[in-house]
Every structure is written in C-alpha cells, then in structure tokens.
C-alpha cells in the first residue's frame, strides 16, 4: 500500500506538496497540476506539459503582448503580406484589387 502524507490547507486555499512526493514525482516551481473531483475525492493530477507548437504559440502570443502589437496591426500585415504574394504569383492586376 502507498504511504500517505498529510498537508494542511491555508487560509488561502494553498497546500504544500511534501518535498518526498515533489522528489519522487520530479516536480518543480512552476510546473501545473490539475485538479479533479471523482466520487467526492480530489485528485491531483501533473498538467500536460504543452506541444513544441503549443509552447512557440505562447512565446510569440507574449511578444506580441509586450511589444503592444493589436490585432488590427496583425490583420494588416497579413493583408499586406497575402497580396505580396498574390503580386508575385500572379502580376498586377489592372482594376482588381488582388486579395483582401
């Protein structure tokens, strides 16, 4: 049978995982866990590390945020680089506008 360990709940809603469990289990600061209620038992569970594209998607979703860039500058610059493309692919087009 597993051993237990207890921890005691802050006035806060925090518990400290102990340091034999967070050792075994390889648990470090800043790692998330989840949380799951089944039959009237908390579960806790490691949280699923992000996907390589997952973790750039974050990366590049913080930059964007740091450097003040809007979705409406976003949207732009698509625009832009789509009739770029669009030149170079087809030509100019006389009277047409080519993507928007």
């Known amino acids: 049978m597993p051993r237990t360990k207890r921890a005691r709940l802050s006035s806060k809603?925090?518990?400290?995982i102990p340091q034999e469990i967070r050792e075994q289990l390889g648990l470090v600061e800043g790692d998330e866990l989840e949380f799951y209620v089944l039959d009237a038992r908390l579960l806790v569970a490691?949280?699923?590390?992000?996907?390589?594209?997952?973790?750039?998607?974050?990366?590049?979703?913080a930059e964007v945020r740091e450097r003040g860039i809007t979705r409406e500058d976003l949207e732009k610059a698509l625009a832009?680089?789509?009739?770029?493309?669009y030149r170079e692919r087809y030509g100019e087009k006389k009277g047409r506008s080519a993507v928007s």
């Open 80 to 85: 832009e680089v789509k009739q770029e493309v």
């Open 46 to 61: 490691e949280a699923v590390k992000p996907s390589p594209l997952e973790e750039a998607l974050q990366r590049i979703q």
């Open 13 to 16: 809603g925090q518990v400290v």
